[in-house]
C-alpha cells in the first residue's frame, strides 16, 4: 500500500509525502514514490503516527461488562489509537503475577484490534512476583498510593512502595504511581460533585508526588507519575529532573477541557480521582503542557455501566473518565498545541518512554501505525459516534477541531498483538 499525497507528521517535521508500506513496515516515506501498489488518498490530510494510549482501563478479563478489549480497543482505534498499555486494574483477576499476565494476554490476543502492552501491579504481598512479570514482559509496575476503590488490588504503603522500587530498579522497569496521598484527603462536607472535588484537594497529589520522587531518588527507580491534575505537580515532576531524578509525567485531556466548574453539569460522566480542579488550575496545567513541561498525554480511559454512574451522590457514583476515543480530538482542541506537538505526546513519547522499538514513529523500518487526521475539521461528537461498550462520555455535545478519517495497524491488520518493552524482547 502506498498513503498517497498527505502531510506526514515524522519526527524531523510534517512534510508532504507518501508513506509506501511493505509487510506491516514502513518501506520508504517521500514525495512522489513511484510504488506499484494499493493506494490510499490521502490528499488533504495530515498523517499522524498512530496514538500510543499508555494508560487504559479495559477491564479484560473478568469485568467486561464494563467495557472488554473489543469495544475498548475499537473505540482507541476511532480515535486515531494502534496501541494501548492496559493497566492492572479493574481487569478480575488483577495483573500480579505470571498467571494474571497470561489470562490477561490471551483475552486481549483473542479480542483487541489494537496492538497492547500490559502494565503490572504493585500491591501489598506480591514483591516476589515483580520478577515473574518483567520476565512475561510488562512495561513497568502501576501502584496506587491511596486506595483504588477495586477490593483486589489495594494500596501500595510506603514499605511497599520503596521495595517494590528497589525491584524495579534491579530489572530496569518503571514504577508508575496514582499520586493522591491518602492522609491529605478531606472528609466530604457534603455530597455534591464540587464536594468530591474539594475532597481531594491539590495539596493531596503534591505531598504524594513528593513521596514518590523521594523513594524513586533513594531506590533508583525510573518513576512515572500518571494523570498530574495541577500545574504544580508538574513542577515538583521538572525539578526533581532537573537534580537528576529519572521521572516522567503525564497528564489528561479531561484535565485540559474541564473544570471543577463543570462538575455539576456532568455529574457522575466527569468523576475522576484526581478530580476536575478549577479554572485556575486548568490554565495553569495548560501552560505546563505548552511549555514542554509534560512528557506525555494519555487517556485514563475508565469506563463503567451506566447503572455505576447514576444518582446526585458524588461519593456513591463510581468514578472514571471514559476518553480513550477522544483522546487526540480533545488535545487537539483543548490543549492549546499543534500538531506535531500532539503526535509527539500521544505517540512518539509514550513509546520511547516505554520501550515500544518501531511505534510511535512515521518512518522507514517503523510499524505502519497510522492516523489519518482532518485537521481544520470542525465536529461534534454524538453518543452514536461512540464505539465504548457503554456509550456515554463527558465529551459528548462537544465541538472539536480535527477529526480523525481512517486509522492503519501495521498496514492494515485487524488483529493486535502483545508488544513488550526492549529489555523484554
Aim: proline content about 6%; charged content about 20%; hydrophobic content about 45%.
Amino acid at each position: 500500500m502506498v498513503v498517497r499525497g498527505g502531510t506526514v507528521v515524522t519526527p524531523a517535521g510534517s512534510v508532504r509525502a507518501d508513506v509506501a508500506i511493505e509487510d506491516g513496515v514502513i518501506a520508504a516515506v517521500g514525495p512522489g514514490l513511484d510504488e506499484q501498489a494499493e493506494e490510499l488518498d490521502a490528499e488533504g490530510l495530515h498523517v499522524l503516527p498512530g496514538v500510543v494510549d499508555a494508560h487504559v482501563h479495559f477491564n479484560d478479563p473478568g469485568r467486561t461488562d464494563w467495557e472488554g478489549a473489543a469495544t475498548g480497543s475499537a473505540a482507541l482505534a476511532a480515535g486515531g489509537g494502534t496501541c494501548f498499555l492496559d493497566m492492572p486494574l479493574n481487569a478480575h483477576p488483577p495483573t500480579l503475577d505470571a498467571e494474571s499476565f497470561a489470562a490477561k494476554r490471551a483475552a486481549l490476543e483473542a479480542a483487541s484490534v489494537a496492538d497492547f502492552g500490559l502494565w503490572g501491579g504493585l500491591v501489598p504481598g506480591n514483591a516476589d512476583r515483580l520478577e515473574e512479570l518483567a520476565a512475561c514482559g510488562v512495561v513497568g509496575f502501576k501502584a496506587f498510593m491511596s486506595p483504588s476503590g477495586i477490593d483486589d488490588f489495594e494500596a501500595a504503603d510506603v514499605p511497599t512502595l520503596r521495595r517494590g522500587m528497589e525491584i524495579a530498579a534491579g530489572l530496569g522497569l518503571p514504577v508508575a504511581v496514582h499520586a493522591e496521598d491518602p492522609g491529605s484527603l478531606l472528609l466530604p462536607v457534603g455530597t455534591s460533585w464540587f464536594d468530591w472535588c474539594r475532597s481531594r484537594p491539590v495539596g493531596a497529589e503534591l505531598a504524594a508526588i513528593e513521596t514518590a520522587l523521594g523513594l524513586a531518588e533513594e531506590t533508583g527507580c525510573s518513576l512515572h507519575v500518571v494523570h498530574v491534575s495541577s500545574g504544580a505537580g508538574v513542577r515538583l515532576v521538572t525539578e526533581a529532573r532537573d537534580r537528576g531524578v529519572a521521572v516522567t509525567c503525564e497528564t489528561c485531556p479531561h484535565y485540559l477541557a474541564f473544570t471543577e466548574e463543570d462538575a455539576e453539569r456532568l455529574g457522575a460522566l466527569g468523576k475522576c480521582a484526581p478530580p476536575l480542579r478549577s479554572a485556575v488550575e486548568r490554565d495553569d496545567l495548560r501552560a505546563q503542557l505548552q511549555s514542554g513541561r509534560i512528557d506525555l498525554v494519555a487517556s485514563d480511559h475508565s469506563p463503567a455501566p451506566a447503572s455505576m454512574k447514576q444518582g446526585d451522590d458524588a461519593f456513591a457514583a463510581w468514578g472514571g473518565i471514559s476518553g480513550c476515543q477522544t483522546l487526540l480530538p480533545a488535545l487537539l482542541t483543548h490543549g492549546g498545541v499543534g500538531v506535531e506537538e500532539a503526535a509527539r505526546l500521544t505517540a512518539t513519547a509514550p513509546a520511547a518512554r516505554f520501550g515500544l522499538a518501531g511505534k510511535g514513529r512515521i518512518e522507514e523500518g517503523a510499524d505502519a501505525d497510522l492516523a489519518l487526521v482532518a485537521l481544520g475539521e470542525r465536529w461534534t461528537l454524538a453518543a452514536d459516534d461512540l464505539r465504548y461498550r457503554h456509550p456515554h462520555s463527558p465529551y459528548v455535545g462537544g465541538a472539536f477541531t480535527g477529526r480523525v478519517v481512517r486509522t492503519l495497524l501495521r498496514g492494515g491488520e485487524r488483529r493486535g498483538r502483545l508488544v513488550t518493552p526492549r529489555r523484554a524482547a
